[in-house]
């Protein structure tokens, strides 16, 4: 099994704009999406939605050695990360048309990736 991350972009703005039926909309998203996987065979292990951007705090380190905090929100984007899942499969191509579910069109894509596995190193 591989271990793939998928990567839910969203307008924060929209969100907090939408009726509670247009957010029990994406909730009924995320189910369907949930109950393809299980029946697909693939395994949620992990995930959950981010809070807004407001609250990030970007961590950098300048040339000189500082270190740079940031804290959101970041205007210059419209569409920021705001959730996840954690999912192990066996069957990426499955997986991606699964993730379809989620993706909303005029929106930015909903991203699969996969995680590197480590365990074999030492």
Not at 21 to 38: I, N, P
Not at 83 to 102: K, N, P, T
Not at 105 to 119: C, F, L, M, N, T
Request: aromatic residues 6%; without cysteine.
């Amino acid at each position: 099994m591989t271990t793939y991350v998928v990567l839910l972009p969203g307008d924060e703005t929209a969100w907090e704009n939408a009726s509670p039926e247009e957010q029990a909309a994406v909730f009924a998203k995320h189910e369907e999406f949930s109950q393809a996987l299980a029946a697909r065979g693939h395994a949620v292990t992990g995930g959950e939605e981010l809070t807004h951007s407001r609250t990030t705090k970007k961590v950098a380190r300048e040339t000189d050695g500082s270190l740079l905090i940031t804290d959101g929100p970041y205007a210059e984007t419209v569409e920021q990360l705001s959730g996840f899942y954690v999912v192990e499969s066996d069957d990426l191509d499955d997986l991606v048309q699964v993730a379809a579910i989620l993706a909303e069109p005029g929106s930015a894509p909903v991203e699969v990736r996969a995680a590197v596995d480590h365990s074999g190193e030492g």
